[in-house]
């Protein structure tokens, strides 16, 4: 099998690759070449931009590509441009997307009607209503890092691959992921804290009781792989993630059973907390997502011990700290403080 692959140089997508290969696939990715080690995989390499992807149509439809995989496609128009560039070319396509195409996501926003639920979203769950959630009043300039946020969303790019009857496509909806290599930082607030011997963590409390998905990365790779590999997702639509959601204040307790810290989660009212430690969402809208299609379809599984995930992700998280982050420590110590002595 011929599989190109749209990205695919940094967290997720190399052990998607290492998966591939190993199986005998020729692995053909396109990407700008900017990742260190990003050509250490074996595959074969093709250098470009994504955005836009017309100029490059020629040389990877020359690849011939049994199967595309998109690991990048992020707007509408990304879609559109992949699928009107391997359409009689491909036998298939798998992109990438999110859990935030769920209007459940919408409701943590606030940008979407209806209260707070408990639901366990499905794939057949209602989506947003409000497209581009990160879209302000104001559109960012051209130069802008994060212009592409002003049209990001995966709804309008899933209908794309979903709904051409000549080029079948599949998408995997995916959690918030953590494990090595992940450039977003999940876990480090909390590691960094216990590595540094601090006896508590401070909280808001309506966050301590929050629910959602997540998926370690070997595990979650291990899902695009067998979505690639298999012709039984030509069509379909699968989250993929762990079966287990953790209140944040368990999911702390889990990190800390992982790396042997034993100190006190304070949980506070939002009021008590200053700006900065507040939560920028609704934490009484869960996000919780059911994956048992995959599990049952393709046979998928998350088959990775949690603790020996968070401390894999740990080693990796303290040896490459991100370098925004700013440990506020006496506001904290503030906290605990006055809620010691009762004030």
Same mark, same amino acid.
């Given at each position: ?165 000549? #080029? &079948?496509?599949?998408? =995997?909806?995916? *959690? $918030? ?6 450039? !977003? @930082? ?81 949980? #506070? &009212?939002?009021?008590? =907390?200053?700006? *900065? $430690? ?6 009484? !809208? @869960? ?57």
């Amino acid at each position: 099998m011929k599989v190109l692959v749209l990205g695919g140089t940094r967290f997720i997508g190399p052990p998607v690759v290492r998966r591939l290969l190993a199986v005998g696939c020729e692995v053909t990715r396109f990407h700008r070449g900017k990742t260190p080690g990003a050509g250490d995989t074996g595959s074969r390499t093709i250098l470009g931009d994504r955005r836009p992807l017309t100029p490059h149509i020629d040389l990877l439809r020359e690849e011939a590509p049994d199967v595309v995989l998109d690991m990048i496609a992020l707007t509408e128009e990304d879609g559109r441009q992949m699928m009107d560039a391997f359409r009689g070319i491909a036998k298939r396509v798998v992109v990438i997307s999110s859990m935030d195409v769920y209007q459940v996501f919408g409701r943590m926003l606030g940008s979407e009607p209806g209260g707070a639920t408990d639901e366990i979203v499905t794939e057949e769950s209602p989506l947003r209503t409000k497209w581009y959630p990160y879209r302000g009043e104001v559109p960012r300039a051209d130069d802008d890092p994060q212009k592409v946020l002003d049209d990001y969303d995966k709804i309008p790019m899933e209908r794309f691959v979903l709904g051409d009857p000549d #080029l &079948p496509g599949t998408v =995997l909806r995916l *959690p $918030m992921v953590y494990g090595p290599g992940d450039y !977003q @930082h999940r876990l480090y607030e909390y590691v960094k804290r216990m590595r540094d011997g601090r006896s508590f963590i401070v909280i808001q409390n309506s966050f301590a009781s929050w629910r959602t998905t997540r998926g370690y990365v070997e595990d979650v790779a291990d899902g695009i792989f067998r979505a690639v590999v298999d012709d039984r997702a030509a069509g379909q639509v699968f989250n993929i993630a762990d079966p287990t959601f953790y209140r944040e204040a368990e999911w702390i307790r889990l990190i800390g059973d992982a790396l042997g810290w034993s100190g006190e989660i304070i949980e #506070l &009212p939002e009021e008590a =907390l200053p700006a *900065p $430690m507040r939560v920028q969402f609704d934490p009484r !809208q @869960h996000l919780t997502v059911d994956s048992s299609k995959i599990r049952r379809i393709l046979n998928w599984d998350s088959r990775t011990d949690p603790k020996a995930a968070i401390r894999a992700t740990a080693e990796y998280e303290l040896a490459n700290p991100p370098g925004n982050f700013v440990a506020d420590y006496a506001a904290e110590d503030d906290l605990a403080s006055s809620t010691k002595m009762g004030t």
